[in-house]
């Protein structure tokens, strides 16, 4: 089956650039998003289709996705942005969506 | 307002069965393929079910094939999980979402509820 691979830990200091990476086989030819959570809350989407931002996402929010590695770059980090981030691809091979195991994002 | 609200949840014995439902109000409903996420306590999402928005299509994660159905009444906005031969490892926090594109290689969950509890133990 597929897998989704995210480191499970990224430390960040305020104002610096937060990048999260997910690699998969071929993960560049697949669509790629990504879902912030913070405790007790439901998933946002931050990222769709590699790049796009939902309404109402900050634009230091980013995404790209080249060969095996889709990137989660937050800009200008702030400590609102502390949170859980899940990449998620769909595994045509399979017909499932794929989450990652999800990167925990400190900012300190 | 666009708003999932789940219900349903509850305490259940391994191989009962419970149905959750998804009330969606704010959007189209019939415009939209649907999806149920679970996150079991302490771990990542993992995704479990998609339905397009006609229900003429259905996809299952391989840990639920065969026990879980998915179907929708968009008369009454409304997504359903019935889920079957329940398991310990069901035990999760189950999610409805919004799919933004519809299409399920590029689809993605812009809107979430807030989540229904379910624990299957003895």
């Known amino acids: 089956s597929y897998e989704l691979t995210q480191p499970p830990s990224v430390s960040v200091s305020p104002g610096q650039t937060a990048s999260i990476i997910c690699s998969g086989y071929?993960?560049?030819?697949?669509?790629a998003c990504w879902y912030q959570q913070k405790p007790g809350q439901s998933p946002v989407l931050v990222i769709y289709e590699d790049a796009k931002r939902p309404s109402g996402i900050p634009e230091r929010f980013s995404g790209s996705n080249s060969g095996n590695t889709a990137t989660l770059t937050i800009s200008g980090t702030q400590a609102m942005d502390e949170a859980d981030y899940y990449c998620q691809a769909w595994d045509s091979s399979t017909a499932n969506v794929v989450f990652g195991g999800g990167t925990k994002l400190t900012v300190l | 307002e666009v708003q999932l609200v789940e219900s349903g949840g509850g305490l259940v014995q391994p191989g009962g069965s419970l149905r959750l439902s998804c009330a969606v109000s704010?959007?189209?409903?019939?415009?939209?393929?649907m999806n149920w996420v679970r996150q079991a306590p302490g771990k990542g999402l993992e995704w479990v079910s998609y339905?397009?928005?006609?229900?003429?299509?259905?996809y299952f994660a391989d840990s639920v094939k065969g026990r879980f159905t998915i179907s929708r009444d968009n008369a009454k906005n409304s997504l359903y999980l019935q889920m079957n031969s329940l398991r310990d490892e069901d035990t999760a926090v189950y999610y409805c979402g919004r799919g933004i594109t519809g299409a399920p290689d590029s689809d993605a969950f812009d809107i979430w509820g807030q989540g229904t509890t379910v624990t299957v133990s003895s």
């Open positions: 339905i397009s928005s006609s229900s003429s299509t259905t």
């Open positions: 071929k993960l560049g030819e697949k669509y």
């Open positions: 704010g959007f189209i409903f019939s415009n939209y393929a």
